[in-house]
């Protein structure tokens, strides 16, 4: 099987990584964008290097993915570790398998601890719960490569606390324009839906206590789904069984073809078989759907479930984002949560991580009356949110106009450039986390930067990159900026070196003022 041109960047990266030293390192795809088939070439590398690997997950059915992917695509065998079954004994390099078994002392201890040379886990976001890290520290010293589409957790535990380095990411707004996944269009419907009074346990809203606050508005919704989703192949997530089931009842009360499903339905397979092949048009669920099942028709999502878990909010949603024949979009419903938190995921999350216009393009949003595609709503926000950074800017530089100083404040930089990445950087993982070091510190300085509100190594490191690229590309420096704009000139960041350098020679030459016939405000430089 040929990988497609990103999915060759995705092996060869990881390879990379390891070689460098960098022993746990991720692999960030959207769902739908074959992260199986690549960790499926990148075993079949480590396979022919004489190496044994272990996939480890948490779901049957995600292991059963594995091994046949691994068979059809790389003519691998595989051995499965499971509830009775066992590897041992197998000729197989490649053992798939269940993290509830393999943390078992009694089943670990059948294993030396350099038995395994490489481990992949699937949906990597687990990673970091004790059950995997009880299997992970027992083959310490084999490579591992951590597979996910949501590279966060709702504890807010960092997966960087246990990885080394992200070797790539895909991200979704790419995928999309390249075609490899369906554009989203999201609509926001016009119901206040009070969850003020639901709590919080394990890092997300209580799924009984949504379910009990949900439950009087399921027939505004099912009228909802009416309007929005009569010609839609739709799957509905809901918080509990119980909601689930009612749901569904209601939408079959308004005729539409609905059927429920959860863990405890005797004829899963044959729900989930009948709704693609076209003899349900919804399909409700209390969660059951979120990993290991694809239905590439599925052309609308209603998550009726909100949570403020960006991993799992994107898990829903990835159920609907693959391609298939005839499918124009993926329609993505959204409602008013009312709750006195602002933490709650909507489709903008999908899409940026970036707070400010997430928040933008959800408040936009909510006041539009039609669907919207989701990257030009974004593209929206983010000219909005750059034009309220330079108001703010403006207003900041008014009340610095006269105070002298040696070093450029690097946030007033990082707005002045219009580089809303270097704004909204994380750390994520080890040494980003870490001080700055002296160098880093020194260096700064020397590009007229104050290094003193920098936070950490990872920071220091971007802009410090940021900086030589713009002095290798000729652009002017902070300190240029900076005293260009306390004159009021405008987008000084986008003007070369030359042409701030002559700006500054003339306005010295007059005195240090601005000369009479330049006009500040629409100024723009020749060169």
Not at 63 to 87: F, I, N, V
Request: aromatic share 8%; charged share 25%.
């Amino acid at each position: 099987m040929e990988l497609r041109p990103y999915q060759e960047e995705a092996r060869r990266a990881i390879e990379a990584e390891w070689q460098q030293g960098n022993r746990k390192t991720l692999l960030v795809l959207p769902t739908g964008t074959g992260k199986t088939i690549v960790f499926a070439k990148v075993i079949q590398d480590c396979v022919a290097n004489g190496d044994r690997v272990l996939v480890l997950a948490h779901r049957e059915e995600l292991l059963e993915q594995a091994s046949d992917k691994l068979y059809k695509a790389c003519g691998l065998a595989t051995a499965t570790e499971m509830a009775s079954q066992t590897s041992l004994g197998n000729p197989a390099r490649v053992v798939v398998g269940s993290v509830q078994t393999m943390q078992g002392d009694k089943r670990l201890a059948k294993f030396t601890r350099d038995y395994f040379d490489t481990i992949v886990v699937d949906e990597a976001h687990h990673a970091i719960s004790d059950s995997y890290q009880k299997v992970l520290k027992h083959f310490e010293n084999a490579k591992v490569l951590g597979v996910t589409a949501t590279p966060d957790r709702g504890d807010m535990k960092n997966l960087g606390e246990y990885f080394d380095s992200l070797a790539y990411e895909y991200k979704l707004p790419k995928a999309i324009n390249e075609g490899y996944l369906s554009k989203i269009e999201a609509l926001t419907i016009p119901l206040n839906l009070d969850i003020t009074n639901v709590q919080q346990t394990a890092g997300d809203y209580s799924a009984g206590q949504l379910g009990d606050a949900l439950e009087p508005y399921l027939e505004q919704i099912a009228d909802e789904m009416v309007k929005q989703c009569q010609d839609r192949k739709t799957v509905v997530f809901l918080p509990l069984v119980r909601t689930a089931k009612q749901f569904t009842q209601l939408l079959r009360e308004r005729g539409m073809t609905a059927a429920e499903v959860d863990g405890q339905s005797e004829d899963r397979e044959q729900i989930l078989a009948d709704y693609a092949g076209g003899r349900y048009q919804v399909l409700c669920n209390s969660m059951l759907l979120t990993e290991g099942w694809d239905c590439p028709q599925v052309d609308c999502i209603v998550v009726l479930r909100p949570t403020k878990v960006r991993s799992l909010y994107v898990q829903m949603v990835g159920r609907g984002t693959r391609l298939a024949p005839g499918k124009e979009s993926l329609l993505l419903l959204d409602f008013l949560w009312n709750t006195e938190r602002h933490e709650l995921c909507h489709p903008a999350n999908l899409i940026t991580t970036n707070d400010e216009v997430a928040k933008k393009m959800t408040e936009q949003q909510a006041e539009s009356e039609e669907a919207t595609d989701l990257q030009e709503a974004e593209e929206k926000a983010e000219r909005d949110v750059v034009q309220e950074r330079e108001d703010a800017l403006k207003k900041r530089l008014e009340e610095v106009r006269h105070k002298r100083r040696k070093l450029v404040d690097p946030l007033q930089f990082e707005m002045s450039i219009q580089d809303l990445d270097l704004a909204n950087y994380q750390p994520a993982f080890g040494w980003e986390m870490g001080p700055m070091s002296d160098k880093q510190s020194a260096t700064l300085e020397r590009f007229g930067i104050d290094p003193t509100t920098i936070g950490n190594a990872g920071k220091a490191s971007v802009m410090i990159t940021r900086l030589i690229k713009r002095s290798q590309n000729g652009f002017a420096t902070p300190k240029q900026i900076h005293r260009l704009e306390i004159y009021g000139f405008q987008n000084v960041g986008m003007w070369s070196f030359e042409a701030a350098k002559s700006m500054i020679g003339r306005i010295a030459a007059n005195h240090w003022r601005v000369p009479f016939n330049i006009n500040v405000q629409t100024f723009v430089p020749s060169n």
